[in-house]
C-alpha cells in the first residue's frame, strides 16, 4: 500500500492510508471516510478475487446502499490468464466520455451538478433523459418535450463547452437504454443520482442507479439527491 501511495504523491496527491480489521467492511470505509471529511468515496465492483465472480461485490453493493456521499463505483473485470494480473480496472481514463443520466427531479440535481463540474475535463459529454413509457402516448410526448427543453437549458450552463455535448431525450425502459447509450458511445464514466423520480424515504438506493451499477460494464458516479 505504502508503495501505492508514494506513486500517487508524486503525482501532486496527498496521501495517507490506514490498515483495519472489521466484520462490517462497508460500515468501516464510510466511518473513515466521515472522519476524514472525504468529498467521495471509491470502490472496487468486486474483490480481487477470482473466486468472486460476481458484478458486484457484497461490499460495493452495501457502500452504494449506505452511503450519504458520492460514490465512485471503479469497475473491476477479471484478466486473461498468464497476465500476472488478477483483475483491472475496466476504463483507466474516467473523463474521456461522461454519460449523465437524469430524470430532472430534484433527487437528481446533485448529479447535475457533478456532472457539469466534470465538464472542463471531459472530452465527450451526453446528457441523457429517458422517458419511461406510460402507454398513454400524448403524456410521453408531453414529458419528452419537456425533458428535451430542460436538456437544452442544462447544456446552455456549459458556455464555452457546448461543441462536446450531446443531449438525448427518448422514451424507452431507463435501465436498458442508459446501458445501450454508455456501450454506443464508449462512455468511461455514467454519472447517476441515486435516487429519481419516485424516490420513497424509506428506499435506501433507487431501483434504477443499482441496476446500473450491475449491469454496466464500466466506472459509475452513484450522487445521493438533497
Do not use: Y
Given at each position: ?40 468515496l ?5 474483490s ?123 422514451i ?12 454506443d ?23 434504477l ?18
Amino acid at each position: 500500500m505504502s508503495e501505492r501511495a508514494d506513486s500517487l504523491k508524486a503525482e501532486g496527491f496527498r496521501v495517507s492510508f490506514q490498515l483495519r480489521d472489521s466484520i462490517d467492511v462497508a460500515g468501516e470505509l464510510l466511518d473513515v471516510a466521515a472522519a476524514e471529511n472525504a468529498d467521495i468515496l471509491l470502490v472496487g465492483s468486486r474483490s480481487h478475487n477470482r473466486v468472486h465472480d460476481f458484478f458486484l461485490g457484497s461490499v460495493a453493493k452495501d457502500v452504494l446502499r449506505k452511503a450519504s456521499l458520492p460514490v465512485l463505483l471503479e469497475r473491476i473485470e477479471p484478466t486473461q490468464e498468464g497476465t500476472g494480473v488478477v483483475c483491472e480496472a475496466v476504463c483507466k481514463q474516467k473523463l474521456t466520455s461522461v454519460l449523465l443520466a437524469t430524470d430532472f427531479s430534484d433527487q437528481a440535481r446533485r448529479a447535475e451538478e457533478a456532472a457539469l463540474n466534470l465538464m472542463n475535463a471531459a472530452d465527450q459529454v451526453c446528457f441523457l433523459s429517458i422517458i419511461e413509457p406510460s402507454g398513454r402516448d400524448g403524456r410521453d410526448q408531453e414529458d419528452l418535450k419537456e425533458a428535451k427543453a430542460k436538456l437544452a437549458a442544462l447544456r446552455a450552463r456549459c458556455a464555452g463547452s457546448t461543441d462536446k455535448i450531446n443531449t438525448v431525450a427518448e422514451i424507452h425502459h431507463a435501465a436498458d437504454r442508459i446501458v445501450r447509450a454508455a456501450e454506443d458511445m464508449g462512455a468511461t464514466l455514467i454519472v447517476i443520482g441515486k435516487h429519481g423520480r419516485d424516490w420513497r424515504p424509506q428506499s435506501i438506493i433507487g431501483g434504477l442507479a443499482e441496476s446500473i451499477c450491475l449491469t454496466a460494464k464500466r466506472p459509475v458516479l452513484v450522487v445521493p439527491g438533497t
